[in-house]
Each structure stands twice: as structure tokens, then as C-alpha cells.
């Protein structure tokens, strides 16, 4: 229960206000904390469904004659910083503009050529 202090004009005590503005405070960071986790988690799941997008220059091996709008199956090679994708087995190695949407960790995705972009997405 909650108990008050008064002095003797019926104000609250210098010590009584101090209580209640640190316990504001501690609410005030515990609700903070939680939108806090909220946000994390939702932008977790809206990375993971290949909302946010991961742009990246990447060593792909690929056919020259790989087109626009064509959809390939690729492997991720090395990690996401430093990626390369194998899309077709003894292909030239070429560097070029690859997004990855979904789970960085990933091994296995559909890539789609478009110009100079591919665009990947996790299996």
C-alpha cells in the first residue's frame, strides 16, 4: 500500500516527491524497454519474411546468357559481407549488384536477373 507523507500544511514532504518522480522514472524506462523489444522483434520477423532489403556486391558465377526475369536456383558462397553465389557450375565469375531478401543465413536461393541487379530470395 501505498503510504504518503505530509507536512504539517499538508504538502508532501521533500523526500515524498523524490519517491514518486524516481518511480515515474523506473515505469517510464520499464515501458521504454518493452517498445523497445517490440520494435526489435518486429523488424526480426519483417528481415526474416524479406520485407528489408540487403544490397551487396557479390562474385556470382552464372551463364553470360543468364537474362532478365530469368529465375535461377544459387548457393550462397563465404558470408553475407563478402558474399558469392554459385548459380551455374564451371560459369565465369563476374561481380555484380545482388539484394538479398530474407534470412542472411540462408545457403540456399531463387535469384532473379534484372539488368545489372539480381535479386535473391531466401528458400
Known amino acids: 500500500m501505498l503510504k504518503l507523507s505530509f507536512n504539517a500544511r499538508g504538502e ?3 523526500a515524498e516527491m523524490i519517491r514518486l518522480a524516481a ?3 523506473l515505469f517510464l524506462i520499464i515501458v ?3 517498445t523497445l523489444g517490440v520494435v526489435i522483434g518486429a523488424m526480426e520477423i519483417a528481415d526474416q519474411s524479406g ?3 540487403h544490397q551487396r556486391v557479390a ?3 552464372a551463364s553470360p546468357g543468364w537474362q532478365a526475369g530469368e529465375v535461377k ?3 550462397l558462397l563465404g558470408d553475407i559481407q563478402t558474399p558469392g553465389l554459385a548459380c551455374n557450375r564451371g560459369a565465369q565469375p563476374q561481380r555484380m ?3 538479398f531478401r530474407g534470412s542472411l543465413h540462408a545457403v540456399e536461393w531463387n535469384c532473379r536477373r534484372s539488368g545489372e541487379w539480381i535479386t535473391c530470395r531466401a528458400k
Do not use: K, M
Request: proline share 5%.
Open 12 to 14: 508532501q514532504t521533500p
Open 23 to 25: 518511480g515515474r522514472g
Open 32 to 34: 521504454a524497454v518493452l
Open 51 to 53: 520485407w528489408i532489403a
Open 59 to 61: 562474385t556470382v558465377w
Open 73 to 75: 536456383a544459387c548457393a
Open 97 to 99: 549488384n545482388v539484394e
